[in-house]
């Protein structure tokens, strides 16, 4: 067997005509770099702030990150399961209620708190995901929404635990000494880029793969062995456990939990900072979107009657983009990867 | 050498059986008492008008539709209890008629997921760089990238499906059911979309890639590739079996002259 019969094409006659616009598969090689780059700089100048900044400052980027955790929640949700949620305030609820309660209750700390948070996390997007796995579209995102309105009432209700209205606080350290700004905001940015990192080594694994099979081609996916099933699980466990750790830093860095940060609201800013961020998985696009979702809300606050106008106006571009599929995002530039 | 990546760990033993296959939609009765006699070792083709149930045959084999009636089996296993992630895991594999590529991955991504199933790594590999993790991945890749080339499309590799022509992107398809060294490979109409010299070059691909162990099913309306290739052919019309034997016979089969071949002018 010779070599000769073998036709190996040049790659300029395999690229489609209309190939012209790069799909979203990977982006051109130096557009990659440039993007990595702006990570790494973007990430020195976030970890020198606290040195140059006042206080405020560091608060509202340590709230940015937790934000930016649960739009990375929702995007992951997105882009790999091809699903809609509008209830992820629930799984963010869970983490940040699971940090207060056990310390106020047990007197443990986050080193305890934040994996039992993302183990919670990780138990209810399963203990959702399993009945739910046969749902997709709009009656999956309903199904979402439920969970996201029972959660202010559960939280009143259990008062005993909850702190009811108003709430419980948060005042143990992570380590004893350093100063509290600090260690929220590091911990926020350590946990956001981590999770980054996570995310992107995640697409080029065996699992990633086969949800964007699955979520492409369900049929195709299912014939090498990659059940609708497994897909939806996966997705959902991986999806809530992010939600869950994102509501355990936010209640760190804000060191209270109350009904009224998560109610159903909060679960569609999730999913608009998602949407502004272009679903992407990156760094910049979760802080683009936590960013968005966390400033506007503080800035606007003087704002008044223009308030519900915004959020409104917020809610009819979600619907729009999420219910044109892949219509209106073709004129979207390529997403992040 | 390339095609020794490909080349089978051992030939196993066993047919592939239908009997007696009804499916209907809805009082439509689109398959009506298909016995199929598959062998390793064999390329079987299946031919028949648009219509004719071929594409739902393929279907009732792989899971995705259950027949009304009939049995089907791989060797000694009886697969009709089984999903079609069940079949996948016996080395069943196929390609689609319509193109299933991720507009997501890369086309040697693409091809990696199909060696999804015989793929160990856990999700600590999913989320860290684990050793172990890593190597698997290289492998597959390497895999991946010999099926490829196997195909003479490696030079695509890098790039998504989106932004190769269709021919390429068969060839991707069939290089992801073959990664896996499966044991029965059902291709739907592979060369749809392919100019001639593709064609060509597919039909030499797949010979190559034949070995004692593999059971594999061309349903295809090129009939230079048909009668190239194929060992048996069956005739499939209006869901019915109306002929079935060597290349030669089926060519010179009155019924099949008739029906298919003179009618559709192939
Ligand atoms: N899921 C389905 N629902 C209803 N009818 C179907 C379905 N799948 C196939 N059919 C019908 O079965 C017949 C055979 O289709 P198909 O198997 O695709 O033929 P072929 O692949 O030989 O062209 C067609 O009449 C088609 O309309
Ligand atoms: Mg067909």
């Keep these: 067997m010779d070599s000769s019969r073998k036709q190996q094409v040049a790659v300029s006659e395999l690229v489609h005509p209309k190939g012209a616009i790069r799909s979203p598969a990977r982006p051109l090689p130096e557009l990659r770099n440039l993007r990595t780059w702006a990570s790494l700089l973007v990430v020195a100048v976030l970890a020198v702030l606290p040195a140059l900044s006042g206080s405020f400052l560091l608060y509202s980027l340590s709230l940015c990150f937790a934000n930016a955790l649960a739009v990375l929640s929702v995007s992951v949700l997105v882009r790999y399961g091809g699903e809609v949620s509008i209830g992820h305030s629930f799984f963010v609820a869970l983490g940040a209620y699971s940090v207060a309660i056990l310390e106020k209750h047990f007197g443990l700390g986050l080193w305890i708190s934040l994996p039992a948070a993302l183990a919670l996390g990780f138990v209810a997007g399963l203990l959702f995901a399993i009945p739910s796995r046969r749902m997709s579209g709009i009656y999956l995102a309903v199904a979402s929404m439920a969970l996201a309105l029972c959660l202010p009432e559960l939280l009143i209700h259990m008062e005993r635990w909850t702190g009811g209205f108003e709430g419980l606080y948060i005042s143990r350290d992570l380590v004893p000494g350093v100063s509290k700004a600090g260690q929220r905001y590091y911990l926020a940015l350590a946990a956001l880029v981590l999770v980054c990192l996570a995310l992107a080594h995640f697409r080029g694994s065996r699992q990633g793969m086969a949800l964007l099979l699955a979520r492409a081609h369900p049929r195709a996916a299912e014939a090498f062995g990659i059940t609708r099933s497994w897909a939806r699980i996966s997705i959902f466990a991986l999806s809530a456990t992010l939600a869950s750790l994102s509501g355990a830093v936010l209640a760190f860095a804000s060191s209270t939990v109350s009904p009224n940060s998560f109610t159903l609201w909060s679960g569609i800013f999730y999913l608009v900072g998602s949407v502004i961020g272009l679903q992407g998985t990156s760094l910049i696009a979760a802080l683009i979107g936590g960013g968005v979702i966390t400033l506007i809300p503080q800035y606007l606050a003087s704002a008044g009657d223009y308030v519900p106008i915004l959020y409104g106006a917020a809610l009819l571009i979600v619907t729009l983009v999420a219910n044109s599929g892949s219509g209106l995002r073709r004129f979207l530039p390529g997403k992040a990867a | ?266």
């Design chain 2, 1 to 266: 050498m390339q095609s020794a990546n490909l080349a089978p760990p051992s030939p196993q033993p066993g047919a592939l059986i239908a009997h007696g296959l009804n499916l209907s939609f809805g009082g439509i009765e689109v398959l009506k008492g298909v016995d199929l006699d598959l062998r390793p070792g064999l390329v079987t083709g299946l031919i028949g008008p648009n219509g004719a149930g071929k594409t739902s045959l393929f279907n009732c084999l792989t899971g995705l539709y259950r027949p009304t009636a009939g049995r089907i089996a791989l060797g000694d296993t009886g697969l009709d209890a089984l999903s079609p992630a069940r079949r996948a895991g016996l080395g069943m594999v196929r390609s689609f008629q319509h193109m299933a590529l991720s507009p997501d991955l890369t086309l040697l991504e693409n091809v990696m997921t199909g060696l999804t199933l015989s793929r160990r790594s856990g999700w600590a590999s999913a989320f860290l760089p684990l050793p172990g993790g890593r190597a698997e991945t290289q492998d597959a890749q390497r895999r991946a990238m010999a099926a490829l080339d196997e195909l003479g499309i490696a030079a695509a590799a890098h790039l998504a499906p989106p932004e190769l022509p269709p021919g390429t992107q068969r060839l991707g398809e069939i290089a992801r059911a073959l990664v896996a060294h499966p044991r029965v490979l059902l291709l739907d109409e592979p060369a749809a979309g392919l100019n001639a010299v593709e064609t060509r070059d597919l039909t030499r691909a797949l010979r190559r890639v034949m070995h004692p162990g593999l059971i594999m099913v061309v349903v295809e309306h090129d009939m230079d590739l048909i009668m190239q290739l194929c060992d048996r052919i069956y005739v499939l019309n209006f869901g019915k079996v109306i002929a079935c034997g060597s290349p030669a016979a089926v060519q010179a089969d009155p019924e099949v002259l008739r029906v298919y071949l003179g009618a559709d002018d192939e």
